[in-house]
């Protein structure tokens, strides 16, 4: 089972990029509750940690292109393909990021 275990806490609206693996993952707060995403555009393969995170939408930096961070579902173009969601638990003081679907 591959996972990416994270000792940080963030504050709501807050996001961090992780890179485990060759894995690269988004990790953000959305109303109390931890969501991880790709952190790779499904259009033009650039981090979306780069952009803006407003509410649970991550726009992509390079063209703009909309996911929903807590589904990993394509809002807006120019992409159409959705990115990968991965589920978050927490352990104690440590959330951890299933990355192997």
Same mark, same amino acid.
């Not at 990416?4 to 509750?33: F, M, P, W, Y």
């Not at 978050?88 to 679907?101: F, H, K, S, W, Y």
């Given at each position: ?7 940080? @806490?963030?504050?709501?609206? !807050? @996001?961090? &990029? ?23 555009? @499904?259009? &033009? ?18 063209? $703009? &292109? ?5 589904? $990993?579902?394509?809002?807006? $173009?120019? &992409? ?13 003081? !440590? ?7």
């Amino acid at each position: 089972m591959s996972e990416i275990r994270v000792s940080q @806490s963030l504050e709501d609206g !807050e @996001s961090i &990029a992780l890179k485990e693996d060759g894995k690269h993952v988004l990790l953000c707060k959305i109303a109390g509750k931890y969501h991880a995403v790709s952190d790779i555009c @499904s259009h &033009a393969r650039v981090l979306l940690s780069k952009g803006r995170l407003r509410g649970k939408t991550v726009t992509c930096p390079l063209h $703009g &292109a909309r996911f929903d961070v807590t589904t $990993g579902k394509c809002l807006g $173009g120019p &992409a159409f393909l959705d990115i990968e969601s991965y589920p978050v638990r927490e352990d104690g003081d !440590e959330l951890i990021i299933a990355t192997d679907g």
